[in-house]
């Protein structure tokens, strides 16, 4: 059985991503990323789920760990984010005075903390959090995190959907080492890939170019300082379409006259819910 690697604790909106995309697989906590990225260099027969980005409150800052490792793209995954008060069991929402969360889903979660006057604490994790809390059997404290965290760590949900806005999703990205391309058939795709320019003026302006001429749409277009320099940019882009579609080629063959460092990361279907966005 293959194994699929997470960040975070068991209840985090990671290993509920894992578990909906394989559920029969051995799912396993790694404490960071850079230990899912070292693993899945390592281990080529296995694979790992991270988070990418989020609808509301943006990246989640793996981009470097993209540009070190390139590992493959296999599939992107929109994973419903719905954040959740739990506390003790018979714990009331009057009784509670602190939250711990993940900085993100504290921040996804405001008005409902500002409406409830609650002090905020800032923990690595969202499951973490509710384990903490779970050990702690202080009524006073509550966690921000999923109902499956409430399962696995005997919480009770207090509030369920507390975050600002309702259809909050996450992005999520399944890597490996080995490469695979999906044959190109009649279906949407999404082709990813990151550079570095030739330190020229107008470089990005000209390298740009060759989509709009090709009607390629870009869907992604972010730059990143390398490590340790604000004077050297890599970029990363997401494209629709596949990489053996003339018109992407055509793309990429005028892109990379002005690349010094082209890598393609992958090409994967595109996730059905990107139909009904």
């Known amino acids: 059985m293959s194994k699929i690697y ?13 578990l909906s995309v394989y559920p029969k697989a051995d799912i396993i906590p790694c404490k960071t990323f850079d230990e899912c990225f070292s693993k899945a260099s390592s281990e080529p027969e296995n694979k790992i789920i991270i988070p990418e980005s989020n609808r509301i409150t943006g990246n989640i800052g793996i981009e470097y760990l ?140 000209q390298s740009l170019g060759g989509f709009a001429i090709n009607g390629v749409n870009l869907t992604k277009l972010q730059s990143y300082p390398e490590k340790n320099t604000f004077d050297s940019y890599f970029f990363l882009c997401d494209l629709d379409g596949h990489i053996e579609d003339k018109k992407v080629q055509k793309s990429l063959e005028e892109l990379g006259l002005h690349c010094e460092d082209f890598h393609v990361l992958g090409v994967f279907e595109a996730d059905k819910i990107r139909e009904n966005k």
């Open 6 to 18: 997470f960040q975070g604790t068991f209840g985090a909106y990671s290993h509920l991503a894992a």
């Open 66 to 205: 993209m540009f070190k490792h390139r590992l493959n793209i296999y599939m992107e995954h929109f994973q419903k984010i719905e954040h959740n008060l739990l506390g003790q069991p018979g714990s009331k929402l009057k009784d509670i005075k602190e939250v711990y969360s993940h900085a993100q889903g504290l921040s996804q979660c405001s008005q409902f903390i500002k409406k409830n006057n609650l002090i905020e604490h800032i923990r690595a994790d969202t499951a973490g959090s509710a384990e903490m809390i779970s050990k702690t059997e202080d009524t006073k404290k509550a966690a921000i995190a999923s109902s499956l965290s409430a399962k696995i760590y005997g919480l009770e949900v207090i509030k369920k959907n507390i975050e600002n806005e309702s259809g909050n999703l996450t992005r999520f990205l399944v890597m490996g080492k080995n490469t695979y391309q999906p044959e190109f058939k009649d279906k949407n795709y999404i082709t990813s890939f990151l550079f570095k320019l030739k330190s020229k003026p107008a470089a990005l302006y």
